[in-house]
């Protein structure tokens, strides 16, 4: 908290980051641009700072606060190609898969990627990625989940296409604004609403065709609302010492 409060980003215990930011660093994503002013570090006075935002788990488990600046030199990982650097670079590709070995010398699937907002490479460990059980209601089959985790479009009977990416705050990208998706966890099931999304990767959207919403849409977002209800019943008869919000998990860390 004293982090967020050091960047003029919280005051008097109160998160200023509007819903959509804060829900993207909750959930480890990446917030949008954001730009800060009178930073103080160490004795430098920084006037005004644009930068993404991100928390990371180190290694005594603490959460901690990640500044992502535009950066004037581009530094690419070493185990890309200088043709898959530029590709990425240039916008011709959305991202490249890779086997690397970590720090501990095992072997795992990376998914990188190139902001080209902050001028850097985002690199996400594939183990990592959680591919929704169904979206507006459609169950995605194995290899689709597989799809989704390897960052390629996946396409349902309705004809939304949606993909990930670690770039843009939603983290997912589709060829609609709106869409619904399902994840089942510890024998229950939950639901999140995505709003405005980005378009896929180097394709024209049809800003038209976009907000149209499909019978499966409509009929997952009526059980989007159940839930919603149900839910905001549980919060209201729990004890308030043993549920919390979202953000006063975050800032109780």
Do not use: C
Request: aromatic share 8%; glycine share 6%; charged share 35%.
């Amino acid at each position: 908290m004293e982090e967020l409060e050091s960047i003029g980003l919280a005051k008097w215990g109160k998160l200023l980051l509007d819903e959509d930011d804060l829900q993207a660093l909750l959930q480890g994503r990446r917030t949008d641009m954001l730009r800060l002013e009178n930073l103080r570090f160490e004795g430098l006075h920084i006037a005004q700072l644009d930068t993404k935002l991100s928390l990371r788990q180190n290694e005594e488990g603490k959460i901690e606060l990640l500044l992502h600046p535009i950066y004037r030199d581009i530094e690419a990982p070493n185990y890309l190609t200088k043709d898959e650097a530029e590709k990425l670079e240039r916008g011709e590709v959305a991202n490249v898969e890779k086997f690397i070995t970590d720090e501990e010398g095992k072997s795992k699937q990376v998914l990188i990627e190139f902001d080209k907002e902050t001028n850097e490479y985002v690199i996400t460990d594939t183990e990592q990625i959680i591919a929704p059980d169904a979206v507006n209601g459609m169950k995605l089959t194995a290899e689709q989940k597989k799809k989704y985790r390897k960052g390629q479009e996946v396409e349902m009977p309705d004809g939304t296409a949606f993909q990930y990416t670690a770039v843009k705050k939603e983290g997912m990208r589709s060829n609609k604004l709106h869409l619904i998706a399902s994840l089942i966890m510890d024998g229950g099931i939950s639901f999140v609403l995505y709003k405005l999304l980005h378009g896929l990767f180097g394709k024209k959207r049809d800003e038209k065709q976009a907000t149209q919403l499909s019978p499966q849409y409509r009929e997952a977002y009526k059980e989007f609302q159940k839930w919603q209800k149900e839910r905001q019943a549980q919060t209201e008869q729990a004890p308030e010492t043993e549920l919390q919000s979202d953000e006063e998990q975050f800032l109780s860390r």
